[in-house]
């Protein structure tokens, strides 16, 4: 992986992948979930231990009590003793503390790094959630005004569609792509597909965006192993390697109000950019993109942002066919934030544990062909912070 300063960093590889089914988990604490995601992983990549587990979550504190994730998940995974902690950037946390770790591989700091994702918001009631989900908006400008993720992605589709003339049909096709992705994934928190009128008659939660433009509140975790290219190739692995060859973050102001442009993602186009840079790739050579599908809106804005639709064109794009499994841009490939589910903090491991299974060729029933290159990017909030990975296979 190449950097944007001029040091010697070492290529980072993934290991090992491990993920739990995304749902409603009543019967499992915080540790449980996070121990059987770690556990999954490890044993995929025929390792035991690790020098350090960096976790990536946003709600414990609020909707579970629980701080100190990273010593928690680490003694109850039988890790105790390792460096550990957690990584906070809203819905980006996941994502952010798998940046963490490849920092961590690439510096030379750390052989072997553990990246969780993590989040449990089902046993807090419905108020108590949205409340906390505010907290990665503007609270002065924003939350305190009574405005929440799903009225602020409203304002954005609604002023969308006036710019420029796009249509709810159009819009359609972002849930419906994903519900019937969603079918071939058994990890995924809802598997049965839905039609393009189904998704039309759905009650509104802010007109326009209704029960289908928004992911899921609920439970889940995933987890990967990262090491250096050179040990990887040395642990007899029975599946493909993948590499990580572009990483970067990027951040924008969180108040949508305050963006230059409240219908461009600044954030994704910064970091999506230098991860191009960093992997020596460009739009056209991505296989699949598992982008932040939090809200329709902001899928049609993730494409333009990112380069695979001009500005205005990707809510066409999708009605066209072109994010389907043989698109020209397959994305939600697993059925992505909401038909798979989005555990919050988790989220963007779950994307880099889908855009590996491609890679390696055993993402199954929806597999994409000849898959080679594949982007994930996790956002914080409406936009606030956007992590990029890009990964390759061997």
């Not at 796009?166 to 519900?179: C, G, K, S």
């Not at 050579?285 to 500005?311: R, Y």
Request: proline content about 3%; some cysteine; overall charge negative.
């Amino acid at each position: 992986m190449k950097a944007d300063a001029e040091v010697t960093l070492r290529q980072v590889s993934i290991a090992g992948i491990g993920q739990v089914q995304v749902g409603e988990h009543w019967d499992l604490t915080l540790r449980q979930i996070g121990y059987q995601a770690i556990k999954s992983a490890l044993d995929d990549a025929g390792m035991e231990s690790a020098d350090a587990v960096y976790v990536g979550n946003m709600l414990a504190e609020s909707l579970n009590r629980q701080a100190h994730l990273g010593a928690l998940v680490a003694d109850f995974s039988g890790l105790r003793g390792v460096e550990a902690f957690r990584v906070e950037a809203a819905d980006a946390s996941g994502a952010a503390a798998f940046r963490a770790g490849v920092m961590a591989v690439a510096s030379g700091m750390c052989d072997t790094v553990v990246v969780l994702g993590i989040e449990k918001m089902t046993d807090a009631l419905p108020a108590e959630t949205q409340a906390a989900l505010a907290l990665g908006m503007d609270r002065e400008y924003e939350a305190n005004h009574g405005l929440s993720q799903a009225s602020l992605a409203a304002l954005m589709m609604r002023r969308y569609m006036h710019e420029f003339g796009a249509t709810l049909d159009e819009f359609a096709a972002f849930p419906v792509t994903a519900h019937e992705n969603g079918v071939g994934n058994p990890f995924a928190m809802f598997r049965r597909a839905i039609k393009r009128e189904t998704y039309l008659r759905a009650g509104p939660l802010a007109e326009p965006v209704n029960l289908f433009d928004s992911a899921p509140i609920c439970d889940g975790a995933a987890a990967v192993v990262l090491t250096t290219r050179e040990n990887a190739s040395k642990l007899g692995l029975d599946h493909p390697i993948v590499h990580v060859i572009g990483s970067a973050v990027a951040t924008d102001a969180v108040a949508v109000h305050d963006r230059k442009d409240p219908l461009f993602l600044e954030a994704a186009y910064l970091s999506s950019q230098r991860a191009y840079l960093q992997a020596g790739v460009t739009p056209e050579d991505i296989d699949l993109f598992e982008l932040h599908d939090s809200f329709s809106v902001i899928a049609a804005m993730s494409l333009e942002a990112c380069g695979f639709a001009n500005k205005g064109e990707g809510a066409r794009l999708a009605y066209e066919g072109g994010i389907a499994l043989n698109g020209r841009i397959p994305i939600s490939t697993m059925g992505g934030l909401k038909a798979r589910g989005n555990p919050i903090g988790a989220t963007g491991v779950y994307q880099i544990v889908e855009v590996a299974l491609q890679l390696r060729g055993e993402a199954g029933d929806n597999q994409i062909a000849d898959a080679r290159i594949g982007m994930a990017q996790n956002l914080g909030g409406t936009g606030g912070t956007a992590v990029t990975h890009i990964l390759a296979s061997e």
